[in-house]
């Protein structure tokens, strides 16, 4: 038998509100989205326990809490501006490692000189001269051996050979992880270089200074030579780079070694 029209609509009514509710209590994709402390692996699916990753920062936003401390020695290099590493290998020569450090203080520049053993044994004077000068000094082994090539106690002695420094940079760049542990054992660490101007090829001083300037940018370690043969190129395209940079802006400094 149908039911009055006076008490059909009221338990519509109930139906429907106690639908309503229902949903109101399930949370939403976007709520998930916006503020759940979980991600979803699935879409639908379950929730991981991994916490969401922070978004970028927008702009005009400012960042909360203090900046990490940079380490002791501040190796943290592309934090300091306009800023540019030289560094030069293979000696001190008698001959080009005195016009090298004169263009560096035409310029009121500091530099870092990766040294071999043997040479500087020979010219302890030109050491302390380059460090008297606000440079730093770095090891770059006793003779200049591929040091990979070597059995492992020949090669630990090649570093340990070398000049006292904090810094070691293997001859041509031959490195691998058991080199890489022999210079830290010995409170070494092994620095490479971001710019090869390839001078010891000898191509020319404008090639060189070419090479510097295309190479630059904050941050940059360069390499060149003061020993190892004839560096009148690196010399002349040395002075003709650091003029032209200067004009930019750049600054010329010893790596924390």
Known sequence: MTK???????????????????????????????SSPAVRTVAHGPLSKAPIAAPPTTSGTKRQGKPAAKPADDWNLTDNGKVLYLTFDDGPHPGWTPKVLKILRKHHAQATFFVLGAEAAKRPDLVEQTRAAGHHVGNHTWDHPMLTRLPAAKMRQEITSGVPSKCFRPPFRDTNPAVEAAAKAVQQRQVLWDVDTFDWKKPGAAQIEHRILAGAYPGAIVLMHDGGGNRLQTVTALDRAMTKLAAKGYKFRALPC
């Open 4 to 34: 009055p029209p006076g008490k059909l609509v009221p338990l519509v009514a109930a139906l429907l509100c106690g639908a309503v509710l229902a949903q109101a209590a399930q949370p939403s994709d976007s709520d998930l989205s916006t």
